[in-house]
């Protein structure tokens, strides 16, 4: 496994507007330079990217010989074709490689779990971990794309989303896949649901009848479990888990990075709270806990 701290730094926000609740935009390459060395200063140990990602390994490779930054875990751009797949899966890495410059690059996942089993693209990960990687590995969506991975010793590494509504990945199936993998790091991101689960009643949820719902319930929660704040229970919530290994979270501003700091290092759910939270928090609908099927204003 990747010796990976519990947060790591999100990195989609150094090369795009992304989130429901982003106010401030995509920073310029000084305020990115800062949040990487904010977040190595936080105890963040990698920074999570991907070539899909706006200009984001760009910004990172910029701030490299600079400041300290973390190590890096990027994404081969989503792929489109079997004939080309292995030489667009090569070609990403190269191109990830170069934007990078001189920054260590731990690990490298296809962006699409169905990217893992297109023609030749085992073999371009194979060559990559055998010869300096550390871990490969792929981005998930929903967990009927985990189980069959992790049949395949290569894999190495996963992410996926994961939160105080999404339960899709307590499933007694899915659990009992990940701890006879103890070998696999498990990252887990969208642990604020893009902003929602923190922002609580002044988010603007995709559908507002699930605000109503989830907001007092989380608020109570906040109260009864003793959390500083809705981020709070969220973060701890996801690292109460045993299989997962950090959590991604990402950040606009150096500010914000010092507050997901403060925020891992606060101590994770028991198990009796997180049985609390099942109890008193329904479960997301399937609309809610996957954001490509937000309605975009």
């Not at 642990?191 to 989380?218: K, M, N, T, Y």
């Not at 997962?244 to 500010?255: D, I, R």
Request: glycine share 8%.
């Amino acid at each position: 496994m990747i010796a990976q701290s519990r947060w790591i730094l999100g990195g989609v926000q150094l090369g795009l507007d992304y989130g429901i609740v982003n106010r401030t935009g995509k920073p310029s390459r000084d305020s990115a330079r800062r949040i990487l060395a904010e977040a190595v200063a936080g105890g963040a140990s990698h920074v999570d990217t991907a070539r899909a990602y706006g200009d984001s390994e760009e910004a990172i490779g910029a701030a490299a010989g600079g400041s300290p930054i973390p190590r890096v875990i990027t994404k081969i751009a989503p792929l489109t074709s079997d004939a080309e797949a292995a030489t667009d899966a090569a070609a990403s890495l190269d191109a990830s490689r170069a934007a990078l410059a001189s920054t260590q690059l731990d690990a490298v996942l296809v962006h699409r779990a169905a990217d893992w089993w297109r023609p030749g693209v085992r073999d371009v990960l194979r060559q990559a971990r055998e010869t300096g990687l550390a871990a490969v590995g792929a981005s998930l969506a929903a967990p009927d794309e985990l189980l069959p991975l992790l049949e395949d010793p290569l894999l190495g590494y996963v992410q996926f989303p994961f939160n105080l509504v999404d339960r899709r990945w307590l499933a007694k199936p899915v659990l009992a896949a990940l701890e006879r993998r103890p070998d696999v790091t498990v990252t887990v991101r969208s642990v604020f649901l893009q902003g929602l689960l923190a922002g609580g009643a002044a988010s603007d949820w995709p559908d507002p009848a699930e605000g109503a719902q989830h907001v007092p319930a989380i608020e109570a929660l906040v109260s009864e479990l003793g959390r500083s704040n809705r981020a709070d229970l969220c973060v701890a919530y996801a690292l109460g888990h045993g299989f997962v290994t950090s959590v991604v979270l990402g950040a606009e501003t150096p500010e914000q990075v010092q507050q997901n700091a403060a925020l891992a290092r606060n101590p994770p759910l028991t198990a009796d709270e997180l049985a609390l939270v099942g109890e008193r928090l329904p479960a997301g609908s399937a609309g809610l806990v996957d954001p490509s099927t937000w309605r975009k204003s």
